[in-house]
């Protein structure tokens, strides 16, 4: 059984990884274990074992892994981009106090991420969900005593934590109407889902019916978990703010593979979506994608340059999804996660040369601003040559495997808003645009930083910068080589040729039957190539190019569509004061009514007491009082004088003997 | 035959020299002397009332026995008075209160 | 004698030794605390061992709890009247057996934060073992005059805990606490009396105490003003639902729900640390097992017609405690309202009356025994080194205390609902259960569980935001180098008594059937005593 073996190599990573070595060496084991379970299982029956975890009433709740060609697909993607980021990470993270942790935390990210991919439950699902955005959040605010860091892991995990509160709710849904969370049951071939019917407004299955207005409601759940983790608008801004963690973890994280996980949800759960649902989805991604590739335009760190053309991949792949061409969005996956992690890889190799020379020169800047580099070609060759092959596939240039997936994509938004039309036909418009803004802005970013003259040569002296270390160059080396065609399709030009989309069930057979296949891609790739070109002429050379920042639109995009400042004037500050105002409210009324009884109490009992020290305890004290007044009267005839005693005994004689006198006479 | 009256007004007399001489003297010696006076004005009493009595002699004998018991409280009186004294060097009986709260 | 008593009066007889010896070993009294602690933590994990979940069902059916003792205590001949029988009757069941053990662990726990309390050692003690003899009557007192007993005993060493070992605040704090409590056990008691009016023991006849005897509708005196078939009214509304209110909102206080809920802030802050511990680990537990012991089990027709006002009362509390919390500035006042926000899902899961709903709410009462105990205890290391517990005034704490700063992350994280830690399931099933209620037994809306997933949300925002605020950043402190100094990293004992309760978490969290293995049967059982309604 591999299974087993692989099971427990998988826990290896969480567990006291105080040295890269054994991190390595555990992830390498995952990465071989996977492999043999992808060859085993490609094309193959899923497996599907189970152990029962625990019983709640008469419902107990069975766990396990389920394996078939998605997650055998994702398992050695995931694990070998971890490998590699793992080797990269030994020379990047060099001499960090805190390296053991950043060892842990990559140990548990990678656990959580393959837990979630081979997970058969959606429970299970949700928990490696949630541990893999905790691990994030920790990775993201690896270097704590930066402010900006922490605040933004805050921020990632929050917006996290939002998609959760949604795919939790799909849970609940799930649950109270099937009774059962384990995906097979759910969303097999012969699952739950596609025995459920809707008639007349009800959504019946079984026994159990609900309202139809929830089958809506459970894919928008599911659907906001997979927008908070993949980023999309209107849950999108923690990822350019997550890009404080280290570079490797950007690159790993929140380009490759945990982003992902949006996406590997829909698709494991495509049979839930209705007709609202997936246009919504489409239009969701069309729209990211655009926002997102019109930010990347104009900003300035090379990071955050990257995270917004991450969202805007990712946008890609959930139109796919919505579009229908699941297969086509799984296969952008597995690309993207390459040649993003590749250009990930390559910026930080080049931020970490430009930390070097910021140490050695003791100079006050930016190392991650663009615009202080240029013309880092000729010292750090390796790097410029595998960052270009990598930003040639994200463009999406034939003979990459970015072209590949991408024109899959379009092609198939446009086959699938011709079967819509009218308003539909905007999603795929938008997605060509959007990738002709991807040719723009990422070759901006090329020239800029590789081409021209360095900027700051004035200042520092450029023999400082080299190549990067071979740890870090070779894994360059790797993953550009995975960005080429032949490692997904011989056939460089046709998408249908690929194994990953042949790996999984088509709806609708694909046969080049309609112009889109020939004319979108030969659209594509030609405005592209001009596109190129002209970035080339305004930022390749030393010319000054030109000026837009004055402009508002340039502004609206440098600002991100100013969300981030909505959001915080809008919701934090909103749920602050509510939160201070529920506190006042708390404070002041509701314990103010608690001690108005309290006062109120404490008046009667004022009363009362003066009602009892003067009236009943006056009454008391006058009983008091005159005895004492009485005793003292007595007193006064207890001189001690014989004498006295003796008139006072004749008097009181004499009275009584008066009284009987006058009383016997009457 | 002296009238009963008269022995009765004798008596009264008596007793009350012995009442005043019991309440006014500031000398132990004189109120036990006022009180005799009182004593004897009972027995006095005693003895006129007896008449009435000739069969049992009650009056006479109740006198007879009064005195004696009055010889005795004298002795017991005097004693006192004497150990007063001793203990007080005084018999002045406003001067010793002691028996005062 | 069976093991019950001895666990109950164990603390009591370790307490009565400490008053009696002389107070120059006062060194020694927290190792006599400790020792019968020690042995009572084995007790229970004894009695768990040997718990088996399928036989000892409980609810209604003395046969079916685990280690019953029944001994005529009171028996009082009335003539004319019938006879006056309170028995000594302890049991536990699925219901109960978990608490024991919890309750055990977190006194085991807030003996160790005791080592702080400098003054007054013997009385302090003494106070300590007479209200964990007092908790564990009340989780397994069968009889309803001995648990009222039992319950009321808990009240007094608990004010004289916060009373004299408190903040600054502490009496207002404590009387506060005292007359809240008091206010719901005053009425508590007329409903136990009407009870006992209208209960007769099937057996001998005469009127009785006994609780299981109240849970079944047959042993109801005929017209009697708690018999279900009489349908009595009081002010207008059916005596039986006047009973559970009145009982409910005994509880509720204890829970504590919104708007019942201002004692709880004031009574944890002023506190000292382990009383805070005790408080929020155990004692909010007993208000959630007396609505699901005596509420749900006494009157279940009344717990199905107020089910919706549960449950709202449930979301209110959960939304307005967390976001309360995100209003403070006080460390220790944010736990406290996180408190409020977590006992909500208990409320809400068992208004759902399904077995999700009602394990959940079970796990939840659990896993925040825990949690919470957690959290005070780390709340209380901070204030114990610089007296001060503002959130502003730290800033970068992680940086010069490294290891508290991860069992703080950890604490957090696990109350937030991280998975893998028991909050997770325990939140998670209360609101499926919620949720599940109206394909069930429709009593309450599908909204309810959606607004309660908020609270989750919510409280990840209060406690990241606290991590960031506290422990993140560069060092900067509001005392200065001074406090630097002060405060040093945690020791060994604090350790101890933190991997304890981090254990128990991530157990739990893990495999969760643990603890719903030996509850399911009697959840089952309650909630098919409830349905014969």
């Known amino acids: ?666 | 035959m002296i009238p009963l009256a008269h022995f009765m007004l004798i008596s009264a007399a008596l007793f009350c020299i012995g009442l005043y001489a019991v309440l006014s003297k500031r000398n132990a010696i004189m109120m036990l002397i006022g009180i005799e006076f009182m004593l004897n004005a009972a027995i006095l009493n005693f003895v006129a009332f007896g008449k009435y009595d000739k069969l049992h002699m009650g009056g006479q004998l109740f006198a007879l026995f009064a005195i004696v018991l009055a010889a005795a409280a004298v002795a017991v009186s005097l004693a006192i008075i004497l150990n007063v004294y001793t203990f007080y060097k005084n018999i002045d009986p406003t001067v010793i209160d002691q028996l005062r709260d | 004698m069976s093991l019950l008593s001895i666990l109950i009066f164990l603390p009591l007889f370790a307490g009565l030794i400490i008053v009696v010896l002389p107070s120059s070993v006062r060194e020694g009294y927290k190792y006599i605390a400790l020792a019968a602690v020690i042995v009572q933590v084995l007790i229970s994990a004894y009695i768990y061992l040997h718990f088996n979940g399928e036989v000892f069902t409980g609810i209604a059916d003395q046969n079916k709890y685990q280690l019953v003792e029944r001994l005529p205590w009171i028996s009082l001949n009335l003539g004319a009247m019938g006879k006056l029988q309170i028995d000594y009757f302890l049991g536990l069941d699925g219901l109960s057996m978990p608490f024991m053990l919890l309750t055990s662990v977190v006194m085991l726990v807030a003996l160790l934060a005791s080592w702080e309390i400098k003054i007054n050692l013997k009385g302090y003690f003494a106070l300590f073992l007479l209200l964990d003899t007092a908790i564990l009557g009340v989780f397994s007192a069968l009889d309803f005059f001995l648990f009222y007993i039992f319950y009321e005993l808990m009240l007094m060493p608990l004010y004289f805990l916060i009373g004299i070992w408190g903040g600054v605040r502490r009496e207002y704090a404590a009387i506060k606490f005292f007359l809240y409590t008091l206010f719901g056990s005053v009425f508590m008691l007329l409903v136990i009396i009407g009870l006992y009016f209208s209960v007769t023991d099937p057996a001998t006849g005469y009127h009785t105490f006994n609780m299981l005897s109240m849970m079944d509708a047959k042993n109801y005196v005929e017209g009697s003003i708690f018999s279900a078939l009489a349908h009595n009214e009081l002010f207008g509304v059916s005596a039986r639902l006047l009973g559970f209110i009145v009982l409910f909102i005994a509880f509720a206080i204890k829970v504590p729900i919104v708007p019942l809920h201002t004692w709880l802030p004031d009574a944890h802050v002023e506190a000292p640390t382990p009383v805070s511990i005790i408080l929020a680990g155990i004692l909010l537990k007993v208000g959630g097992y007396g609505i699901l012991r005596v509420c749900v089990s006494i009157f279940p027709e009344a717990a199905i017609q107020s089910a919706w006002w549960l449950g709202l009362i449930g979301i209110v509390s959960i939304i307005y405690g967390a976001l309360n919390a995100l209003a403070q500035t006080d460390l220790k006042r944010l736990v406290a309202y996180s408190s409020i926000s977590h006992m909500g899902f208990v409320l809400l899961g068992i208004a759902s009356i399904t077995p999700e709903g009602i394990s959940g709410a079970m796990m939840q009462m659990i896993s925040h025994g825990f949690l919470s105990s957690m959290l005070f205890f780390l709340v209380g290391i901070i204030y114990t080194r610089v007296h001060d517990r503002e959130i502003p005034h730290f800033r970068g704490l992680a940086l010069i205390m490294p290891k508290f700063s991860a069992f703080i992350m950890i604490a957090f994280f696990a109350s937030l609902g991280l998975p893998g830690f028991s909050a997770f399931i325990a939140e998670a099933f209360s609101l499926i259960g919620a949720f599940n209620s109206e394909s069930i037994n429709g009593l309450l809306p599908r909204w309810m569980a959606v607004c309660g997933t908020l609270g989750i949300l919510l409280s990840a925002c209060y406690f990241l935001w606290t991590l960031q605020r506290m422990f993140f950043g560069e060092t900067r402190l509001f005392g200065g180098e001074k406090w630097k100094i002060q405060l040093t990293d945690v020791n060994a004992r604090e350790v101890t008594a933190l991997c304890i309760l981090t254990a128990f978490a991530l157990v739990l969290g893990i495999m969760p059937s643990l603890a719903f293995d030996k509850m399911n049967a009697s959840v089952l059982e309650l909630i098919r005593l409830v349905n014969l309604k």
């Not at chain 1, 109120?600 to 003066?610: E, L, N, P, Y």
């Not at chain 1, 009236?615 to 006064?636: H, S």
């Open chain 1, 1 to 666: 059984m591999p299974l087993l073996t692989f099971f427990i190599n998988v826990f290896i990573p969480g567990r006291f990884t105080r040295s890269g070595f054994f991190a390595i060496a555990s992830i390498a084991i995952s990465l071989l274990c996977s492999l043999l379970v992808f060859i085993a299982m490609w094309n193959e029956p899923f497996i599907h074992v189970q152990t029962n975890w625990f019983t709640i009433g008469s419902w107990s709740l069975d766990v396990g892994i389920l394996l078939n060609n998605l997650s055998v697909l994702m398992l050695p993607l995931v694990s070998g981009i971890a490998l590699l980021v793992h080797i990269y990470s030994t020379k990047y993270m060099q001499g960090d106090p805190y390296l053991h942790r950043y060892w842990a935390y990559l140990g548990l990210f990678c656990f959580s991420m393959l837990g979630l991919v081979i997970a058969d439950n959606l429970l299970l699902i949700y928990m490696c969900w949630e541990l893999v955005g905790f691990s994030s959040y920790l990775l993201i605010g690896f270097w704590f005593t930066r402010n900006v860091a922490v605040q933004a892991n805050k921020k990632a995990f929050i917006m996290n934590r939002l998609g959760d509160i949604g795919f939790l709710t799909g849970i609940m849904i799930m649950f109270s109407q099937f009774q059962t969370l384990d995906i097979i049951s759910l969303f097999g071939e012969k699952g739950l889902v596609s025995h459920a019917i809707v008639s007349e407004g009800i959504w019946i299955s079984g026994m159990h019916h609900m309202p139809a207005g929830w089958l809506t409601f459970a894919g928008l759940a599911f659907f906001l978990g997979a927008v908070a983790k993949s980023a999309q608008f209107p849950l999108h801004t923690w990822l350019p703010d997550a890009m404080e963690g280290p570079t490797s973890v950007s690159s790993l994280i929140h380009a490759a593979t945990m982003v992902a996980a949006g996406v590997f949800l829909l698709a494991r759960i495509y049979p839930l979506f209705n007709d609202t649902v997936l246009v919504l989805i489409a239009a969701t991604g069309a729209f990211t994608a655009f926002m997102a590739g019109t930010i990347a335009l104009t900003q300035n760190d090379i990071k955050r340059i990257l995270a917004f053309s991450t969202i805007s991949q990712l946008g890609f792949m959930i139109l796919a999804m919505g579009v229908g061409a699941s297969a086509s969005s799984l296969f952008h996956l597995g690309t993207h996660a390459f040649f993003k992690c590749l250009l990930f890889l390559g910026a930080g190799a080049i931020i970490h040369e430009m930390v070097h020379l910021k140490e050695k020169t003791g100079l006050e800047y930016d190392p991650q601003d663009i615009r202080n580099m240029g013309g880092l070609r000729k010292y750090m060759p390796v790097t410029f040559i595998t960052m270009a092959i990598g930003s040639l596939a994200l463009i999406a240039i034939p003979l990459t495997s970015g072209y590949l997936s991408k024109d899959a994509i379009l092609i198939e938004s446009f086959e699938w808003a011709e079967g819509k039309g009218g308003w539909y036909r905007l999603v795929p418009y938008s997605a060509m645009i959007t990738s002709w803004l991807t040719a723009f802005y990422i070759s901006r970013l090329i020239f800029k930083v590789f081409f021209g003259e360095f900027r700051l040569k004035d200042t520092v002296g450029l023999h400082h910068v080299h190549e990067a270390a071979p740890a870090m160059k070779y894994v360059l080396v790797v993953l550009s080589l995975f960005c080429l065609f032949p490692v997904f399709s011989l056939n460089p030009l046709l998408f249908e040729d690929a194994w990953v989309i042949q790996g999984f069930p088509q709806a609708d057979s694909m046969t080049r039957i309609n112009a889109f296949h020939t004319v979108v891609p030969a659209a594509v790739n030609l405005i592209s190539v001009f596109l190129i070109y002209l970035c080339f002429s305004w930022y390749g050379s030393n010319k000054p190019a030109p000026d837009f920042s004055k402009t508002g639109l340039f502004k609206f995009s440098q600002h991100q569509w100013f969300f981030d400042k909505a959001y915080n004037t809008v919701f934090v500050a909103g749920v602050l004061g509510f939160s201070r105002f529920l506190y006042w409210f708390d404070l002041v009324i509701v314990d103010g009514i608690v001690n108005l009884f309290g006062a109120i109490g404490r008046g009667f009992a004022r009363i009362s007491d003066w009602f009892d020290r003067n009236i009943i305890d006056g009454l008391v004290n006058l009983i008091g009082y005159l005895a004492g007044k009485l005793g003292k009267l007595i007193r006064n005839f207890q001189t001690g004088r014989l004498q006295q005693y003796l008139v006072t005994m004749l008097l009181i004689i004499l009275t009584l003997f008066i009284y009987k006198y006058y009383t016997a006479a009457i």
